[in-house]
């Protein structure tokens, strides 16, 4: 008698995921910015003028996660989504060092 666990067993291998390089390069660099946003949130407290970096970590964060959504999770509406949400953050970057 086969069990339940045993077609488990079998398609767990099947879930594989094989990422090219660039994909697992976009990966990395996603969890680094996140890192790197935390750090400059928390120094921004005490430096204000910091806040655009963060900013700009946002928007380089924002096109790496469309380019993940696209590539590796086939998901393109997020990833429009995610563009705007970076070109938005962009504007208001421009608009601020410039005032």
Same mark, same amino acid.
């Given at each position: 008698?086969? %069990?339940?666990? *045993?077609?488990? &067993?079998? !398609? &767990?291998?099947?879930? &594989?995921?094989? /990422? $090219?390089? #660039?994909? *697992?390069?976009? /990966? /990395?660099s996603q969890a680094m910015i996140i890192c790197a946003i935390?750090?400059?949130? @928390?120094? %921004?407290r005490f430096i204000p003028e910091l806040t655009i970096l963060? !900013?700009?970590?946002?928007?380089?964060? %924002?096109?790496?996660?469309?380019?993940?959504?696209? +590539?590796?999770? $086939? $998901? &393109?509406?997020? +990833?429009?989504?995610? @563009? #705007?949400?970076? #070109?938005?953050?962009?504007? +208001? #970057?421009?608009?601020?060092?410039?005032?």
């Open positions: 008698m086969k %069990s339940n666990l *045993e077609s488990l &067993k079998n !398609n &767990k291998n099947s879930s &594989k995921i094989e /990422l $090219k390089k #660039v994909q *697992e390069i976009a /990966l /990395l935390i750090i400059s949130f @928390i120094i %921004s963060m !900013n700009i970590y946002l928007v380089i964060l %924002s096109l790496i996660m469309a380019y993940t959504n696209y +590539s590796i999770y $086939k $998901k &393109k509406n997020m +990833s429009i989504l995610y @563009i #705007v949400f970076g #070109v938005i953050i962009l504007l +208001s #970057v421009i608009i601020e060092w410039f005032n």
